[in-house]
């Protein structure tokens, strides 16, 4: 079989607060949207700014992370990939999709006091969704014996 990729790489400014819920099972999920601008020359040689919107999700504790640092105009660098949801209309039983892209890792690009005023870029703080659940299993995973030691 062929290889595959789905990777997007974005960094743009969140649209509004995040919204986060939580699943029957407690984790968390946060949903926001994120715009990205790209800039081009029009045939009269003039500059036009063109917006695109993404739907953006993530789960478990970077979802967390999320709710606790990011807000409305927040600078994001994001890495993840694209899923498409479909579900059926309660009301008109029609189906419906929706795009988005699943946050694999998320670099907050803006100061903590910024936001809607944008901000610089004052050190970035990384997060990866998949990182150990748990502190041990990172302690564990890191620890050195005797054995590892060349001499």
């Known amino acids: 079989m062929a290889k595959s990729v789905n990777k997007v790489i974005l960094v743009g400014n969140v649209g509004k607060d995040p919204e986060i819920k939580f699943a029957a099972n407690g984790n968390a999920i946060a949903s926001f949207s994120l715009a990205t601008t790209d800039r081009t020359k029009d045939q009269g040689g003039n500059w036009t700014d063109r917006t695109e919107w993404h739907n953006l999700v993530a789960f478990q504790r970077t979802a967390e992370i999320i709710r606790d640092y990011v807000k409305k105009g927040s ?11 479909s579900w059926e209309d309660k009301e008109t039983k029609e189906k419906r999709y929706r795009t988005e892209i699943v946050i694999n890792d998320l670099v907050l690009l803006s100061g903590r ?11 970035g703080s ?9 502190a041990d299993d990172l302690v564990q995973s890191t620890e050195i014996t005797d054995d590892d030691i060349p001499f």
């Open 75 to 85: 600078k994001l660098y994001i890495e993840g990939r694209i899923q498409t949801r």
């Open 113 to 123: 006091g910024d936001g809607e005023s944008g901000g610089g870029s004052r050190g």
């Open 126 to 134: 990384q997060y990866d969704q998949r990182q150990p659940a748990h």
